[in-house]
């Protein structure tokens, strides 16, 4: 039986936002499998801001993508096919597997999830990447202590939304910043983060920041950097700490934005800076799972998934991450379960 697989390859590298030029839809055959191959059917496809630079022909801590290949990225998916002893039909896994409706994978390369945990959706975010990003980068880094404050860029984002409730579940003072008023009152009501600021209807964010921070600021989970925080940084308290996530903010820029340089408040402030990447935790990634599983049953942890649908939406999905459309994980359905 032959099987046309949909494809969506990088056209051509973006200068600037990414458009429909960047991306390209293709189809092949996914042919016959070989001894120890999988053929799995995605799912879900998660679509990510660090997806962003890897459209660039820059050295990272991940490979750039090569123009004309399969833009490649965290999915869900359901064996529909083995010739591996580890798979069979039916079995739900998560992988690099990209932005297709099939993978042809080798054994290796996939890690089974079990479905009656929770919903499978959540090991792209919650209990996934993104979840653990959170996790690791605020206990790791930012060590939060009760009755601090914790200041929290992207707050509404999968990553943002985790790190807020991990901090109050750690007794601090949480303020969130996000793009949208449905956005801030999320933050506040289901969220249970003690403040939120909307920085697109905010003129004086400092301002915003000593009203919301009156003892000062103890931790800025940074996913953003630019403006926002600068004016983080203009209220720290002595020995901050900072951990460094994301800077979606430059992500688009044709020309590096350097802004107010920081050196001289981190030095008043004896506070620390510290970048990070998810990937630095690999080791630890089952200690993380383990806790944010128990958190999430325990109802000290919600999420919200923002779940585009149809394989033709991905490019859209992944641009929507830049206009602020998505409150929690960024998701593209594409397939329902063929054998549950
Ligand atoms: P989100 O779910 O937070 O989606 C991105 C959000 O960023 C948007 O919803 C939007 O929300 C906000 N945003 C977009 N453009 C801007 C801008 N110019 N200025 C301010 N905010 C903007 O994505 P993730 O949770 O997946 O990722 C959050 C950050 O964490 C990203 O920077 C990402 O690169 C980084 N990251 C880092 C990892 C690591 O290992 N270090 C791993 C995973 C993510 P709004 O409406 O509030 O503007």
New binding site residues.
């Given amino acids: 039986m032959t099987i046309i697989n949909n494809q969506i390859i990088l056209a051509e590298r973006p200068n600037g936002m990414p458009d429909q030029n960047t991306f390209r839809f293709v189809q092949q055959d996914v042919g016959e499998l070989k001894e120890d191959q999988v053929l799995v059917r995605t799912l879900f496809v998660s679509v990510?801001?660090?997806m962003r630079g890897r459209m660039q022909d820059a050295e990272s801590y991940v490979e750039p993508y090569k123009v004309n290949e399969v833009i490649e990225g965290g999915a869900i998916g359901e064996v529909i096919d083995s010739r591996s002893g580890r798979f069979q039909q039916g079995d739900v896994v998560i992988g690099m597997f990209g932005w297709q409706e099939y993978y042809v994978a080798t054994d290796k390369e996939l890690r089974k999830i079990d479905p009656s945990l929770a919903p499978i959706s959540t090991h792209l975010g919650i209990l996934g990447?993104?979840g653990l990003?959170a996790y690791f980068?605020l206990l790791d880094i930012g060590q939060p202590k009760e009755g601090e404050t914790v200041v929290i860029?992207?707050a509404?984002?999968?990553?943002?939304s985790v790190v807020g409730q991990i901090a109050k579940i750690k007794g601090a003072h949480v303020v969130g910043i996000?793009?949208?008023n449905e956005?801030v009152q999320y933050l506040k009501e289901d969220l249970k983060f003690d403040e939120a600021i909307n920085y697109r209807s905010t003129d004086n964010m400092e301002a915003a920041l000593k009203a919301t921070c009156p003892n000062g600021i103890d931790v800025y989970f940074d996913?953003?950097g630019?403006e926002?925080s600068d004016a983080v940084f203009t209220q720290l308290n002595r020995y901050a700490r900072i951990p460094v996530?994301?800077?979606?903010?430059a992500y688009n820029l044709e020309k590096l934005d350097l802004g107010p340089r920081v050196q001289t408040m981190l030095i008043k402030k004896s506070a620390l800076m510290q970048g990070?990447?998810?990937?630095n935790y690999a080791d630890r990634f089952n200690e993380g799972a383990v806790q944010l599983g128990q958190w999430l049953q325990e109802g000290k942890l919600k999420y919200r998934e923002t779940i585009k649908e149809g394989f033709e939406n991905i490019p859209n999905a992944f641009l929507d991450?830049?206009k602020?459309n998505?409150v929690?994980?960024?998701l593209v359905k594409v397939a329902d379960h063929q054998y549950r």
């Fill in positions: 990510d801001p660090y990447m993104t990003t980068g860029s992207g509404a984002g999968a990553v943002g996000a793009g949208s956005k996913n953003v630019g926002i996530c994301g800077a979606i903010s990070f990447t998810v990937g991450l830049f602020g998505n929690g994980k960024l």
